[in-house]
């Protein structure tokens, strides 16, 4: 991307954090182990549904050493609202027994461990070096990058190369935030089929509005 496209794409983060002041991740969450467990569920399920969820898996499961003993199946019950059941519990349990076997049972702090564990890609390690330990990540879930590409600060469709542009424009204090703020201006404002442009103050010189094909 061009040098005018990072500066807008600079201001933009401004205007959002102006705008979105009490963005914060919506996963309900004490440990970055339960953060872990809440992201891998949220995969093609509602953040909202996950929390109806997760109290009752949480209390059955306090710590990777008892998800790593549980059977499939109850594990299954407990999750089977989300969707795609048989494969999260199975991530759940082979994640636990992998931070188990790798970890001491907690979860690692880095990209290339994270992304070793079952069922995590980059978008959960992200969500999870960003906001459980601090460390700067920029999630790309369909919110980023349908207004990614909506403002026009990408033209990529991939979410790695989606993330390897807009890192490459912000500074990385603020790629956590940037996203967490992307994903609460999608779900208020700039919603996928009827965004509300006529309310929002990036409309016009920050983002031109465009529509993918």
């Known amino acids: 991307m061009d040098a005018d496209t990072r500066r807008r794409a600079r201001r933009i983060a401004r205007e959002l954090a102006r705008l979105h002041p009490d963005a914060r991740c919506s996963l309900d969450f004490a440990t970055p182990t339960q953060l872990l467990w809440a992201t891998i569920l949220s995969a093609q399920c509602t953040d909202v549904l996950v929390n109806k969820v997760t109290p009752a898996l949480f209390a059955a499961y306090p710590d990777a050493a008892s998800m790593a003993a549980a059977r499939q199946e109850d594990v299954e019950r407990l999750v089977q609202r989300t969707g795609f059941f048989h494969n999260k519990a199975k991530n759940l349990i082979l ?3 992998q931070m188990m076997e790798r970890h001491g049972g907690m979860v690692p702090g880095t990209m290339g461990e994270l992304v070793e564990l079952a ?3 980059r978008k ?3 969500v999870v070096l960003g906001v459980a330990f601090g460390v ?3 999630p790309v879930d369909t919110h980023v990058a349908r207004l990614s590409f909506r403002m026009g600060l990408t033209d990529e469709a991939g979410p790695v190369a989606i993330e390897g542009d ?3 424009m912000l500074p990385r204090a603020d790629w956590t935030m940037f996203s967490l703020r992307m ?3 999608g779900r208020r404002t700039c919603h996928a089929r009827k965004p ?3 309310e929002c103050s990036l409309a016009g010189t920050l983002c ?3 529509i993918a094909g």
């Open 95 to 97: 994640c636990s027994r």
């Open 119 to 121: 069922g995590v890609g």
């Open 124 to 126: 959960t390690a992200n």
């Open 136 to 138: 700067p990540g920029l």
């Open 166 to 168: 807009l890192c490459g």
């Open 183 to 185: 994903i609460h201006h």
């Open 196 to 198: 509300l442009c006529e």
């Open 208 to 210: 031109p509005q465009r």
